[in-house]
């Protein structure tokens, strides 16, 4: 099977563009809402991809699971795909009006698209759109078994404030990180 994940030209009436996240090479990388149900087969692969991924693969989270991230939600709870071309490269899912903030609730890379910029200019995005509209506070939750996502939100200026024990199974610690956006933060 092929391992790469492109959007048949159908599918692409079912995304917005919201933004370019263009590589500093001019590789073309975009962020799109997804604003209808996806292509099944599409969402399908994607949520396989998933779930064969750290930290969801860890959990034994199933694909059918995952696929709840892909579909369309209320404009508080939004989901993207980011896109590198016409190829799905990640996942990413916001929560707003979260405690006097977002709470960033899923971003994943696709493997093969991982450490080449693309999460950190998700985070970029995220910021910058969190001041404008007025935020105090960004959220992230990631494992503490997944020792390379907290450096990496760690470096993004993200500051673990709180250890949740057992909050998705009773062996593991999932750790609530902060990252104040107030002129002092
Ligand atoms: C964590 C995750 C979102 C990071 O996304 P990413 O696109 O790989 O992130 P970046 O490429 O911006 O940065 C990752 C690292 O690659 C390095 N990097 C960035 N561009 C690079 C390049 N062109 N060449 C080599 N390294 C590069 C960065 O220095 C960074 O180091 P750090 O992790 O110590 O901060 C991604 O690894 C992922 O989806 N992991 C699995 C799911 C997950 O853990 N999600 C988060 C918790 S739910």
Redesign the pocket.
């Known amino acids: 099977m092929n391992s790469s994940l492109t959007l048949p030209q159908h599918c692409k009436s079912n995304l917005e563009y919201i933004a370019d996240l263009r590589s500093p090479e001019g590789t073309t990388v975009s962020l799109n809402e997804i604003t209808a149900p996806l292509d099944s087969e599409v969402s399908r692969r994607l949520a396989q991809a998933l779930a064969g ?3 969801w693969r860890r959990y034994g989270f199933s694909s059918e699971a995952l696929l709840r991230f892909m579909a369309p939600a209320e404009a508080s709870n939004p989901r993207y795909v980011i896109c590198v071309r016409d190829e799905i490269a ?1 996942l990413a899912a916001l929560k707003h009006a979260w405690m006097f903030g977002s709470y960033l609730n ?5 493997p093969q ?10 985070l970029d995005w995220f910021e910058k759109s969190a001041r404008l509209r007025g935020e105090r506070n960004q959220f ?1 939750v ?2 503490a078994f ?1 020792t ?2 907290v ?2 939100y760690r ?1 993004h200026g993200f500051e673990p404030i709180a250890n949740l024990d057992g909050l998705i199974n009773d062996a593991e610690t999932e750790i609530l990180l902060r990252k104040r956006l107030t002129p002092t933060g």
């Open positions: 991924m750290d930290p990640g899923i971003l994943a890379v696709l698209h991982q450490k080449c910029g693309i999460g950190s200019r998700f992230v990631t494992s997944n390379g996502a450096a990496f470096r």
